[in-house]
C-alpha cells in the first residue's frame, strides 16, 4: 500500500459521545418510511421498530472497525464488469487499472468498500463524459450482479450492514437501466404536470423495480433549479421556479424512501443556476448568497424535509461564498451551510470524483479534501487504490482527524442500518401495470400545448411521423401509440408530426409540420413555425402514449411549461 502501514487501530471508546450525538441528529426529521398511496402492492414496508436503531447499531459496529474498514465505507467506486465474480478480459484489464484486481467482487474485498456505482450510458447523456464502462444490459443481469456485490460485501467486517449498490436512474437523458422496466417522464415533464402526488406515486413504482434488482441507492432526483438554459442540467430539473421544484423535490424523495430505496437529492450547492458543465470545466456561480438562498436551495431544504437519506455535492465554485474551491471541497458550503443553516444530518456524497474539477488534485488528495469538507461518501474516484491509501495515510498523519472519519462512516452506516428495515419485491413486479399507470398519468398530466388549439381537437387525415436524426426508437413508439389509439400512420403524405429532443435546435425543425413536439426542454419551440406546439419533455414510452391520446384527440393536454420560452405562452390552456 505504497509504504502505508496496515496495523490495524480500532475506532474506540473515545467516539462514544460523537456517535451517540450523531445518533440522536441521523434520527431527526420525517421518516422516509411515512404511509403514502402506492402505486404497486409490491413496495415493500420499511421496518419501523426502535429496538433496532439504525443509529444505535452504526454507532456500535463503528467502534469495532479498524482503520482500513473506516477508510474503505466512505470509498463508493465503480467497476468494470457485468457480474461480480467473472469478467471478461477487457474488464478484467480496467480493474487491475483502476484498483490492481479483476473483478468487482476482488475490489470489494480488497478495499473493504462502503459501496459500488452502476454506470452505463446512452447517446442523449449529458454525463457520459465520466462514464467509463458499463455495469448495465437488463434487469436479470443487474439482480445477479448486485447479488454478486452484496456477497461479497457480506464477508467484510461491516456486513451487517447492507451493501450500498447506487446507481444514476434519474430518467429521462440520464436513465442507467432503460430496458425490462417501468420509464418515467423526466423530471421537467413532473414539474409541467404539476402535481407532487403524482410525482411521488410514479417515484414509488420506480423505486420498488429498484429495490427488486437489488439497488437501493438512487442518486436522485435532482434538485437544481434551471435557472438557466443549461443543456449538462436540462430536462433532468423540475423546472425553473424554486417552490415548485422544491414541491417536486419533496415527492421524488417520499416515493423513493418508501419503496426502500435512498434518496439522493443533487447538486448542492445548485448545478442550473451555471450553464457550464462540470463535467468538463469548473462552473461558476456569480450570485449572492442571498440569490443562491432564494434561488436554487429551497429544493434541497425540501429534499431534507422530507427525509432525503443523501445529498450530492457538486463541482461548484460558488463566488460569494467560497471563490476558487469547488462545493465539493468547501467546507464553508458543505459543513457551515448544508448541514448548520440547513439542517442536513444525512450522508453528503460528492459527484463523479472523475470530473474535471476534482482531478486538479491526485485520487488520494482529493479524497482527504472531500471527507475534510464534509462529504461522507467519495465516488467515483479515479484510482481507488491511491483513494484508499491516501486516506489511510492522511488518517494516521492527522491530516484527516479520525472524529471526522469516524463521523462519516457512522452517517454511511446509518443510512445502511435504515435501508435494512426494508425487503425487496420480487423481480415480477418490473414494468408491471400498476407501476406503468403510475408513469403513464404522470406523463398524460404534463402535455402541454404552447401554440395552437387547447381542446381535444384530433389531427386531421393520417399522419406522417419525422424526427430529428437517430430518433428511430421514439417515431416507432409514437406511430404504435398513433395506431391503437386508432389514428392511421402512414410513411408521408399524410400531416406530419416531427418530434425534437436532446441536443436539437432550428436547424432540427421541420418547416411543413403541422405539429411540432418538443420531447426534451421546450426552448427549440421558439423558433417553430408549425400551427401546433406541444411538449412532453420526454421520449418515454409513457410521454408518447399521453401524446398520442392528445393528438387523437382522446385526452385534453393539462400541462404548463416550467420554463420560459420566448415569444410563447406556459400553456394555451388558460391560467
Given at each position: 500500500m505504497g509504504g502505508v502501514s496496515i496495523r490495524p487501530r480500532r475506532a474506540g471508546i473515545a467516539v462514544a459521545a460523537l456517535t451517540a450525538l450523531l445518533a440522536s441528529a441521523c434520527s431527526t426529521g420525517p421518516d422516509p418510511a411515512d404511509p403514502a398511496p402506492s402505486a404497486s402492492t409490491s413496495a415493500p414496508t420499511p421496518a419501523t421498530s426502535s429496538a433496532a436503531d439504525p443509529a444505535a447499531r452504526a454507532a456500535a459496529l463503528v467502534a469495532t472497525l479498524a482503520d482500513e474498514d473506516l477508510v474503505g465505507q466512505v470509498l463508493m467506486p465503480y467497476a468494470y464488469g457485468s457480474a461480480a465474480t467473472t469478467v471478461s478480459p477487457g474488464s478484467a484489464a480496467g480493474n487491475r487499472a483502476l484498483a490492481g484486481v479483476d473483478t468487482p467482487a476482488e475490489m470489494i474485498a480488497k478495499y473493504r468498500l462502503g459501496g459500488l456505482i452502476l454506470v452505463g450510458f446512452s447517446a442523449d447523456d449529458p454525463t457520459k463524459a465520466n462514464q467509463k464502462t458499463t455495469n448495465v444490459d437488463n434487469p436479470k443481469q443487474v439482480h445477479e450482479l448486485t447479488s454478486g456485490l452484496r456477497e461479497a460485501a457480506g464477508r467484510l467486517p461491516t456486513g451487517a450492514a447492507p451493501f450500498l449498490i447506487g446507481t444514476d436512474q434519474e430518467y429521462g437523458v440520464v436513465t442507467r437501466i432503460t430496458d425490462g422496466v417501468t420509464a418515467l417522464p423526466s423530471a421537467l415533464a413532473a414539474g409541467a404536470a404539476g402535481d407532487p402526488a403524482l410525482t411521488e406515486a410514479a417515484w414509488r413504482a420506480a423505486g420498488a423495480e429498484l429495490a427488486a434488482m437489488g439497488i437501493n441507492l438512487d442518486f436522485a432526483p435532482i434538485g437544481d433549479v434551471l435557472a438557466t438554459r443549461s443543456t449538462v442540467i436540462g430536462s433532468r430539473s423540475?423546472?425553473?421556479?424554486?417552490?415548485?421544484?422544491?414541491?417536486?423535490?419533496?415527492?421524488?424523495?417520499?416515493?423513493?424512501?418508501?419503496?426502500?430505496?435512498?434518496?439522493?437529492?443533487?447538486?448542492?450547492?445548485?448545478?442550473?443556476?451555471?450553464?457550464?458543465?462540470?463535467?468538463?470545466?469548473?462552473?461558476?456561480?456569480?450570485?449572492?448568497?442571498?440569490?443562491?438562498?432564494?434561488?436554487?436551495?429551497?429544493?434541497?431544504?425540501?429534499?431534507?424535509?422530507?427525509?432525503?437519506?443523501a445529498v450530492m455535492s457538486g463541482h461548484l465554485d460558488v463566488r460569494a461564498i467560497d471563490p476558487g474551491t469547488p462545493a465539493t471541497f468547501s467546507h464553508k458550503l458543505l459543513t457551515d451551510v448544508l448541514r448548520k443553516q440547513l439542517g442536513f444530518q444525512g450522508?453528503?456524497?460528492?459527484?463523479?470524483?472523475?470530473?474535471?474539477?476534482?482531478?486538479?488534485?491526485?485520487?488520494?488528495?482529493?479524497?482527504?479534501?472531500?471527507?475534510?469538507?464534509?462529504?461522507?461518501?467519495?465516488?467515483?474516484?479515479?484510482?481507488?487504490?491511491?483513494?484508499?491509501?491516501?486516506?489511510?495515510?492522511a488518517l494516521r498523519d492527522g491530516s484527516l482527524p479520525r472524529a471526522r472519519l469516524v463521523d462519516a462512516v457512522t452517517r454511511v452506516l446509518t443510512m445502511k442500518f435504515r435501508l435494512a428495515g426494508s425487503s425487496a419485491p420480487a423481480m415480477s413486479t418490473l414494468d408491471d401495470p400498476a407501476h406503468r399507470a403510475a408513469a403513464e398519468k404522470l406523463a398524460g398530466a404534463a402535455v402541454t400545448v404552447l401554440r395552437g388549439s387547447c381542446g381535444t381537437t384530433p389531427v386531421k387525415g393520417p399522419v406522417t411521423v419525422s424526427t430529428s436524426g437517430g430518433r428511430d426508437r421514439t417515431r416507432a413508439l409514437l406511430t404504435d401509440a398513433l395506431?391503437?389509439?386508432?389514428?392511421?400512420?402512414?410513411?408521408?403524405?399524410?400531416?406530419?408530426?416531427?418530434?425534437?429532443?436532446?441536443?436539437?435546435?432550428?436547424?432540427?425543425?421541420?418547416?411543413?409540420?403541422?405539429?411540432?413536439?418538443a420531447m426534451d426542454t421546450p426552448y427549440v419551440l421558439g423558433d417553430a413555425k408549425s400551427p401546433r406546439l406541444l411538449a412532453t419533455y420526454s421520449s418515454s414510452r409513457s410521454s408518447m402514449t399521453a401524446l398520442a391520446a392528445v393528438l387523437a384527440g382522446k385526452a385534453r393536454p393539462a400541462g404548463r411549461s416550467p420554463v420560459a420560452v420566448p415569444h410563447l405562452p406556459a400553456t394555451t390552456c388558460g391560467a
Open positions: 423540475f423546472g425553473a421556479d424554486p417552490k415548485q421544484v422544491a414541491a417536486q423535490v419533496g415527492g421524488a424523495v417520499r416515493g423513493l424512501q418508501a419503496a426502500g430505496v435512498a434518496a439522493t437529492v443533487k447538486h448542492f450547492p445548485g448545478h442550473g443556476h451555471s450553464a457550464d458543465d462540470s463535467h468538463k470545466e469548473l462552473p461558476a456561480l456569480t450570485q449572492s448568497r442571498a440569490a443562491l438562498g432564494a434561488g436554487a436551495w429551497p429544493p434541497f431544504t425540501a429534499g431534507i424535509e422530507a427525509g432525503t437519506m450522508v453528503v456524497i460528492t459527484d463523479g470524483m472523475n470530473m474535471a474539477p476534482a482531478m486538479r488534485w491526485s485520487p488520494g488528495e482529493a479524497a482527504v479534501r472531500a471527507l475534510n469538507a464534509g462529504n461522507d461518501l467519495i465516488l467515483m474516484t479515479p484510482n481507488v487504490t491511491q483513494a484508499y491509501d491516501g486516506l489511510l495515510a395506431k391503437a389509439a386508432g389514428v392511421p400512420v402512414v410513411p408521408s403524405g399524410g400531416t406530419v408530426v416531427h418530434l425534437v429532443g436532446y441536443g436539437d435546435g432550428a436547424s432540427d425543425l421541420r418547416a411543413d409540420a403541422a405539429v411540432t413536439v
